[in-house]
């Protein structure tokens, strides 16, 4: 019988049902595995290629994204790079302009200089989508929602449009998770997250993840995890595998904070702008209701006094922590112009609408009141 979604999340990593067997999935630290005779086939052998920890997380990671099956790589942007590794060159990769910055420099730095041509697209544009997909076209990427301006695209129109040429689409699901949006179920082609944001959720595992919905894919994802040979420890599967076990729960109070905060957000003096696909005056907001189950933990938001006033306020939280990354259970803050955007050029960067003043929180676990107030006293200042 088939579990629903919490249900295969706690038992994320179990690898026995046998009597005697342990119940959370031991950490296999052994290199390497005994075999039979030279050239013999076991099910490990080496911990590059396999590893019992590992396995035990991909599998659940597929049966989550409900995927044919799960390679994890050492960070989120191995992950992204295992998947743009399916490009030749002569392709083409049309993918939405507005996303998070390390992804942009990995497509510009990296897979661009290896004869891949490259088209940002705005998605929300779809006749733009469809007019930037040619024949060279083989992949499509979405991120959604967006770092860090919260933009939603719609999974489904773009895979349909990409499907009809012949490209794959690849979702970065990271700000949404397995538990709010199933892009597979909405005919893309393959998953990416970065593992070390929600999905391990306790800010100690920087790792990552793509998910394939076809064998085919899954097959050449495994080579190159197999042979670029990027994979996380089995320390670090054993953490996600625990950390994913709480998701639901924990999502759902991400959700809950960040939706509280952003409406109280909306209602304060010298806030221009607050960017979260649950208020109901977000551009996408009934896109974001169909397409994901909740709105996420999230929310940017633009102030009236610039990139001063954005300073000030980073100054004077003292509950949100100032830090890079996000989708832990504390709370952190963070100005993407200076921080996860630093790497796009200030004309791309301003071009998409990320500005000086604008400021992004990682809303996390805490009493929504005391995150409140942190806020309240930051912006009296600002
Ligand atoms: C949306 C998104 N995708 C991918 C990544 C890259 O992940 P990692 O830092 O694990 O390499 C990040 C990092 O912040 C991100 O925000």
Redesign the pocket.
Known sequence: MGHRFATIAAHAGKISDQAGQPVTSPISLSTTYLLRGPGEQEEHAYSRVSNPSRDALEHSLAALEGGSSASVFS??????HAALQLLRPGDRLVACGD??G??YRLTEQLVKPMGVEVAWVDMCDLAAVEAAIDERCKMVWI?TP??PLLRVFDIEAVSALARASGAWTVV?S??ATPMLQRPLEMGADLV??????YLNGHSDV???VVVSQSDELAQRLRFIQRAGGAVPSPFDCYLVARGVKTLPIRMARHCENAQALAEWLRTQDGVAAVHYPGLPGHPEHALAARQMSSFGGMVSFELAGGSRSAGTVLERVRLFSLA???GGVESLIGQPALM?HASMPKEVREAQGIRGGLIRLSVGLEDIEDLREDLEQALLAS
């Not at 960070?75 to 992204?80: K, L, Q, V």
């Not at 990416?192 to 944001?197: D, L, Q, T």
Request: proline letters at 0%; charged letters at 15%.
């Open positions: 960070s989120g942007c191995a992950a992204m996303i998070y390390g992804t991120e967006t770092n970065d990271t700000f990416v997250h970065s593992m070390s944001k920087v790792a990552g890079e990354s996000l996860s």
